[in-house]
């Protein structure tokens, strides 16, 4: 059975449980079950490679011991065990060593979020009975997991809010390979969400890492803050999958915290990010930023957190919608201080449904070093692939389509998708960023006085045309009323 079958079979299941309520709900029920299973399974290869490993999780609350076999508890035995007694005790982990506190931290802050929907234990078996058929310490199954994952992505956009977009696979990996992380860097996403960014990250290290040291350094150095419960445990369960110990994600809002107390400790040297946008944050989180920086977008104010958090020299790559180009007030001078303190030296345009089916917002690749002021800004518009007009869930933007721009990126000159802007154009544009390709025929870009005007020219000749064709229907007939 393929893993797309397997989630298909346990969300069956679950629509029989009087208690589990929508999609949302049995991908979060799903999740956490995923979870214990890939914990115990990592914990086993961790044990034979350690001889002094040990877990945090008491014996009695390990997977293994309660859901691997499948003649176990069931029906209210087991529903008694995971709401009473499962539960409460993950939720209140602790631990005795170092290593033990930190992944009971891990775990712990998991399981606070977490809930058990189910109201029938016999069908909770059942759920826990298809799990068992992954072995996540097989190299198969873990490559099988990507569809497993990739299926959860998809229903998680469907069952979320508006400004909840993940981003595709094809732009994070280019944003990591242009921003080339090194070992030893710090790198964050402020914004994880269920790990794209950081995941990308860790491929791109393990080049760099081929000893038990650089493993090491390379754990400590990728970092993770998400708000939400749900995406924050497929992040955590994303990295485990990824060889990732104990993952450095955080459970916390990253803009919970006053710019003035970030110490130079707290700074990074990378930061990939793609921000929630179109939403608001609470009326209290603004007084954490400058005043002439204080709005409730989530996205004008991770950018005011990015350009605090960067180390001087510091690199970083933000997915932004068209409207912090063009916007104004205080994305105006959030861009001032942007091309101030950084070389804002890169822009890709991204064409319309790159985020497909969940939004049509148009999206932007912004890459930028801290510690030099912008001198010019190079766009680059990426085009569809040759024969396509849009993208869609059967034709994903795929990793390949950004060779074009991995050409261009070393040795730049303007072409038909490639041009670059001076500092003073966009100075004297008011900060305006959102430049059109000039070689880009086929559009026409029209002001909203221009639009109107060309539509009442071809309202008008609509009705003359109308008007024509009821006179020489009338002439047709005969000179008869029509």
């Known amino acids: ?108 802050e998991v399981f606070q979020d977490s809930y058990n929907y189910m109201k029938s234990g016999t069908l909770m078996r059942q759920v826990i009975n298809k799990i068992n058929g992954i072995d996540f310490n097989s190299s198969e199954d873990r490559h099988l997991f990507n569809d497993f994952y990739e299926k959860f992505l998809k229903d998680l956009q469907s069952a979320g809010n508006a400004g909840e977009y993940y981003t595709p ?22 914004a994880s969400g269920t ?43 994303n990295l485990i999958l990824h060889d990732v110990e104990i993952p450095k ?74 409207g912090f180009l063009f916007g104004e007030g205080v994305k105006t001078r959030l861009k001032e201080k942007l091309v101030e303190e950084c070389n804002l030296h890169t822009i890709v345009r991204l064409p319309n449904g790159v985020f497909n089916p969940y939004t049509s917002i148009k999206t932007n690749l912004l890459f930028f070093e801290k510690g030099k002021s ?32 991995k050409k261009w990126w070393n040795k730049r000159e303007e072409n038909q998708y490639a041009w670059k802007v001076s500092l003073e154009e966009i100075k004297n544009r008011n900060y305006n960023l959102d430049i059109s390709n000039p070689y880009k025929k086929e559009e026409e870009q029209l002001s909203p006085e221009k639009a109107y005007e060309r539509y009442q020219e071809a309202s008008q000749q609509v009705e003359e045309t109308k008007q024509q064709l009821v006179d020489e229907l009338a002439s047709i007939l005969g000179g008869v009323e029509v």
């Open 169 to 190: 696979r094809a732009v994070t990996q280019f944003m990591v390979d242009m921003v080339n992380p090194q070992l030893g860097e710090k790198v964050l996403d402020p």
């Open 249 to 322: 994600v955080r459970r916390d809002n990253s803009l919970s915290y006053p710019l003035r107390d970030i110490k130079a400790s707290d700074k990074v040297d990378v930061v990939l990010t793609n921000p929630p946008f179109g939403g608001e944050e609470e009326d209290g989180i603004q007084t954490n930023f400058p005043a002439s920086f204080q709005t409730k977008e989530t996205a004008d104010l991770f950018i005011a957190l990015i350009l605090a958090k960067l180390k001087d020299n510091g690199r970083a790559a933000v997915v932004l919608p068209d």
């Open 1 to 108: 059975m393929s893993i797309t079958s397997l989630v298909k079979s346990m969300q069956d299941i679950m629509r029989k449980d009087v208690g589990v309520d929508g999609d949302a709900q049995r991908i979060a029920q799903i999740v956490w079950m995923i979870f214990l299973k890939i914990l115990d399974d990592k914990e086993q290869e961790l044990e034979l490679l350690y001889d002094d490993f040990k877990s945090p999780v008491p014996e009695n609350f390990r997977w293994r011991n309660w859901a691997a076999d499948e003649e176990g508890m069931t029906g209210d035995e087991l529903l008694e065990f995971v709401n009473n007694e499962l539960f409460p005790a993950l939720s209140e982990l602790q631990g005795v060593s170092d290593n033990e506190q930190e992944r009971a931290f891990m775990i712990r």
């Open 374 to 405: 912008t001198e010019e800004v190079w766009y680059f518009d990426h085009p569809y692939p040759p024969g396509q007009k849009s993208y869609s869930k059967t034709r994903p933007m795929r990793t390949e389509e950004f060779d074009l721009e």
């Open 195 to 237: 790990g794209g960014f950081l995941a990308s990250s860790l491929e791109h290290l393990k080049k760099q890492a081929d000893t038990v040291e650089g493993r090491k350094v390379l754990e400590e150095g990728v970092q993770g803050i998400e708000k939400k419960p749900l995406p924050h445990v497929l992040c955590v369960t």
